[in-house]
């Protein structure tokens, strides 16, 4: 099992920045994939970016691209999500999400495990 628990959500004027956290705890001896996805309201969940265990494979939404940049800390066990240029449309519940196999597997949206998610409002 892990565990993993999203923090640095919050309220930000349209322009600005943050940057989300995700910390894993419990089986994260092993090589693991770590991204992130969001769901509005009254939308589905959706696919932001994705990470590798060396951070060699990238992955992001189109919606995103230039804007957030994911990374990771191994030996924190931490994942980051920088996003900047927030638009109103990236209002939103975040969620981390990691996967044992493949990158992939979060890339198609089906990962081992998932956080509880963090807020992150944009203000026009």
């Known amino acids: 099992q892990v565990q993993l628990v999203e923090s640095g959500g919050g309220l930000v004027q349209a322009g600005g920045s943050l940057r989300l956290s995700c910390a894993a705890s419990g089986r994260t001896s092993s090589s693991y994939a770590m991204g992130w996805f969001r769901q509005a309201p009254g939308k589905e969940r959706e696919f932001v970016a994705a990470?590798?265990?060396?951070?060699?494979?990238?992955y992001y939404a189109d919606s995103v691209k230039g804007r957030f940049t994911i990374s990771r800390d191994n030996p924190k066990n931490t994942v980051y999500l920088q996003m900047n240029s927030l638009k109103p449309e990236d209002t939103a519940v975040y969620y981390c999400?990691?996967?044992?196999?493949?990158?992939?597997?979060?890339?198609?949206?089906?990962?081992?495990?998932w956080g509880q998610g963090t807020q992150v409002t944009v203000s026009s």
């Open positions: 999400a990691s996967d044992l196999s493949s990158v992939g597997q979060i890339r198609r949206g089906v990962p081992n495990y």
């Open positions: 990470t590798s265990w060396s951070g060699d494979t990238t």
